[in-house]
């Protein structure tokens, strides 16, 4: 069973293939949360709701599945895992490598199925803590960038040295209860005339 609860939209021709197919994910604790029937209906639902997977065949009744996953891909941040035949595997692998796509050669059993699922699901969820990772560095980072050049700017303008500067932006944070970077991108903006602090 997946950690976490991992939502999936099913995209497949109708028939009890289909319906076998989500009890099986259910059992193995995914949620679908939603069939469709062809790939417009999973263009339109996944215009309103987010998947973590969208499992899909290539036969669909109005297009590919490969034209429809990669329609998904250009507009969300999911994994597809697609149920095709062998030379269709090899052109996608071939011809879209950096796509977030699985290819499974059909028929396929349950065990290669869970075992697909599983490998996509931890690294949707590893990619995105990662993402999470860099998106906070990124934003200390900035940060520190704007109190720096804040601190430069203090410092010419007024002939303080670097502690003095950063106790001004601190203590006028304090008196005006504006965050320091604001504060920071404030001095910045007007060359040190507003928003200081002796």
Known sequence: MPEGICEILVVMRNGDTVNKLCKLLRSLGYRVVEVCHS??????????????????SDNLPDMRGLSMALDILARKDVNV????????KVAIESNYPNYNITCLVRPVSRMVLQHALEITWNNKRRYGSLKKERDRLKKEADQRSVLLKAKQILMKKYGIDEPKAYKSLQKTSMDTGVPVKEIAKRVIETNGVEFYRY
């Open 39 to 56: 790939g417009g209906a999973a263009l339109r639902g996944t215009a309103y709701h987010n998947y973590d997977i969208v499992l899909c």
């Open 81 to 88: 895992v697609m149920i095709t035949n062998e030379r269709e």
